[in-house]
Structures are given as C-alpha cells and as structure tokens.
C-alpha cells in the first residue's frame, strides 16, 4: 500500500473506494458509493459519516441527500471540529455543492487547513483524517439516486424564483467568511447541526 492510498495521517487506508476527480488533491467517490453509504454497506466499517452539503439554504432545502447538514460559511463548517470524535472510530466527512466544481471543494480544503492548524503540535494527528469529496455533486447523485433525497426534488443555485436568495447569501457567506482563516472560539452555528449519520 503506497501513502497514496492512505488517509492523510497515514494509520490507515481509506475505506470508500476513490475515484479520478476535477480536483486530483482531494480524494472522491461516485454518487453510487455515497448510494451505498446511505444504505449501510460500509456500516460495519463506519462509526459515523457527515455529509457536509456546501450549497445554499434554499438549495439544500429544495431537495438534499438524507442525512446531509447544510454548512455553507467557513465558520459553520469551522464548527465540525469542535465535535468529539471517538478513538478508534471511523467517522467520515463527505462534502459536496451542486456539482462538486467551487464550494464543496473550496470547504474541504478549508477544513482539511483549520484542522492541521488545530493539530500542529500533534503532526500528523488529525480531527478528521478521512474526507472525501461527492463527485458531480448533489445533480449527479439525484439525477441516479433521487429516491434517497429529501424531498425528492432539486432546486438549481440559478433557479430563477430564487434570485433574490443568491445575491443574499451570496453576500452573507462572503461576510461570515471574512477574517475566518484562523480557528477561533467565536464561531457562528450552522443552523442545521452536525448529527451525521450513525452506524
């Protein structure tokens, strides 16, 4: 097994199977593979998986894969790491937007950085050292897996009745973000929690 194939601390390999992505730094599945997380085929591996859904609020609530928490600002996706994490417990983050091309990406990689920052006197040692990207994002999984979203609908970032609701939190996710690089204690809440999923 080469360090390619291993989570980022390096204990252990990855237990989803990856595949070539947009975004060769961060590590991706298929809409199928996030299919069978949903129906716990990995269950016996997983102790707890998050999907983290980066898109909008009326994007998430127009239509989003069961189980997903709707974090799109740095500081609520900073919260994640105030969560306790069990030793010896597998517990995931899969991020995803509406195709997986900027926001999702763009929050992965800003917890991947909060948490090495968080860690840096314990390197390699990381809060979440298995993080995975949904390939093709929420259009591809509901355009083969709708039935496993809630509601079974989507709701596009462009939708022309919510016009309005993109330039607001388009502002709003700009203004949370700003200043945000470092962790720090004052950290606004996601108003839809982290629960993820248990196994």
Not at 101 to 125: I, V
Request: hydrophobic share 30%; glycine share 8%; net charge positive.
């Amino acid at each position: 097994m080469t360090s390619h194939d291993l989570i980022v601390d390096g204990s252990r390999g990855y237990t989803l199977p990856t595949i070539p992505g947009k975004h060769s730094d961060l590590k991706s599945i298929s809409a199928d593979t996030m299919a069978e997380v949903l129906n716990g085929v990995y269950s016996d591996r997983l102790h707890k998986v998050t999907i983290v859904d980066c898109r909008y609020p009326y994007e998430f609530e127009g239509g989003h894969i069961r189980g997903a928490v709707n974090m799109y600002t740095r500081d609520a996706v900073n919260s994640l790491l105030e969560t306790q994490t069990t030793a010896g417990k597998r517990h995931v983050l899969i991020f995803h937007c509406e195709f997986s091309s900027e926001r999702g990406p763009r929050m992965y990689r800003h917890l991947r950085s909060q948490d090495r920052a968080l860690n840096q006197d314990h390197y390699p040692k990381l809060n979440f050292p298995e993080v995975y990207l949904l390939h093709g994002g929420y259009k591809a999984f509901y355009e083969s897996h709708g039935d496993l979203c809630d509601p079974d609908s989507y709701t596009p970032m462009l939708h022309l009745d919510h016009c309005a609701d993109l330039r607001h939190f388009r502002v709003k996710s700009k203004t949370w973000t700003a200043g945000s690089e470092k962790v720090s204690s004052r950290r606004h809440r996601s108003r839809i929690f982290p629960s993820g999923l248990d196994f």
